[in-house]
């Protein structure tokens, strides 16, 4: 057995690969779902706190100023949209938000728990809007990448730890 430099950040590891090949693995010294999962997993966490990140800071500029984006609601929708929302419709939908970044944050330590906070979030996610305004504000769009990031997450939930 060859003696390899180490490296503080990675360290060399063989594989079953063939024999003169060298893998790099990461040095994962916390437990994390990283270690048993695949590339899927870690990039739909990884979006799921981008995209989480970003809608609720979004959401939470769109209550503080409210009267201006009532404003581009009004020009881009028609005025009788605007009656049905209010600041703590945004505020709501921003939370929700923030309880998504907590499933997603869980997730990634492991825990089932984060997916089921994940789950709740995301479905009150999509239907606030459904139940404030009516049928025509919900959002397919929004509804397929839900199933498609639940359904990522769902395949990896042995790993999860209980």
Do not use: D
Request: charged share 10%.
């Amino acid at each position: 057995m060859q003696n390899y430099k180490k490296i503080p950040i990675l360290r060399i590891a063989s594989l079953p690969y063939p024999k003169n090949s060298l893998l790099l693995l990461p040095n994962l010294r916390m437990k994390t779902v990283m270690n048993k999962s695949n590339k899927w997993l870690e990039s739909a966490l990884l979006l799921s706190a981008i995209g989480g990140s970003f809608c609720a800071l979004l959401y939470f500029c769109a209550a503080i100023f409210f009267h201006q984006v009532a404003g581009l609601v009004e020009w881009l929708t028609n005025p009788t949209v605007i009656t049905n929302i209010s600041p703590a419709y945004f505020l709501s939908l921003g939370g929700a938000n923030c309880v998504s970044l907590l499933g997603v944050a869980g997730m990634k330590r492991a825990q089932r728990s984060g997916f089921r906070l994940y789950v709740l979030a995301q479905l009150l996610i999509l239907l606030l809007p459904t139940l404030k305004m009516g049928l025509s504000s919900f959002s397919s769009v929004n509804a397929i990448f839900t199933l498609l990031f639940i359904t990522i997450y769902a395949f990896n939930y042995r790993y999860f730890n209980r």
